[in-house]
T-cell receptor
Framework: AQSVTQPDIHITVSEGASLELRCNYS??????LFWYVQSPGQGLQLLLK??????LVQGIKGFEAEFKRSQSSFNLRKPSVHWSDAAEYFC????????????FGPGTRLSVLP | NAGVTQTPKFRVLKTGQSMTLLCAQD?????MYWYRQDPGMGLRLIHY???????AKGEVPDGYNVSRLKKQNFLLGLESAAPSQTSVYFC??????????????FGDGTRLSIL
């Protein structure tokens, strides 16, 4: 079945440590790919997106993500985590590449230790 | 810039009651969406609209109805609320072009509890 998976439900890292959140999708073609962040009680904010071209994309707040076609993955990374990065992170896929059908992963909750 | 505004922010209903959630966007977006968010399940699409006067079913449409009478507004209705509809509801909008800078703008959500 077509899906978006985020294998890690909850990740805890120390402040200053590096971070990688995993995302895999199972669609035949290469969809548009996104990462969103949700702080408690808030809506979703777009961190970055991949449509085509360079497979390493830069986003806001120091985040980056790398698209790997062979692995159907779009993992999110940050070299040094800040306490304010504690939030829930969602990977999303635009299945038909025209904005009508976003499919979200289940989310990964990030906790940051001082 | 207001972006996407959802009202109300919180609501408690009794089983069988009806209510309407309002989503308003001021970005002249063509597409609008209603999602529900439940723990461990991410966001699931309830209904969406690709333009004024048009609506379509998403992944979990049962028990909900929608209307898009004006381009800027997208209403989500619960005709007879059930406890299974306890959730956080998010509205989103996006422009028509494929390469929008912001593929989907989200509201802050409506937390709905059905007793």
């Amino acid at each position: 079945a077509q899906s978006v998976t985020q294998p890690d439900i909850h990740i805890t890292v120390s402040e200053g440590a590096s971070l990688e959140l995993r995302c895999n999708y199972s669609y035949g073609a290469t969809p548009y790919l996104f990462w969103y962040v949700q702080s408690p009680g808030q809506g979703l904010q777009l961190l970055l997106k991949y449509f085509s071209g360079d497979t390493l994309v830069q986003g806001i707040k120091g985040f980056e993500a790398e698209f790997k076609r062979s692995q159907s993955s779009f993992n999110l990374r940050k070299p040094s985590v800040h306490w304010s990065d504690a939030a829930e992170y969602f990977c999303a896929v635009d299945v038909y590449n025209y904005g009508q059908n976003f499919v979200f992963g289940p989310g990964t909750r990030l906790s940051v230790l001082p | 810039n207001a972006g996407v505004t959802q009202t109300p922010k919180f609501r408690v209903l009794k089983t069988g009651q009806s209510m309407t959630l309002l989503c308003a966007q001021d970005m002249n977006h063509e597409y609008m969406y209603w999602y529900r968010q439940d723990p461990g399940m991410g966001l699931r699409l309830i209904h969406y609209s690709v333009g004024e006067g048009t609506t379509a079913k998403g992944e979990v449409p049962d028990g909900y109805n929608v209307s898009r009478l004006k381009k800027q507004n997208f209403l989500l209705g619960l005709e007879s609320a059930a406890p299974s509809q306890t959730s956080v509801y998010f509205c989103a909008s996006t422009c028509r072009e494929q390469l929008c800078n912001q593929p989907q703008h989200f509201g802050d959500g409506t937390r709905l509890s059905i007793l």
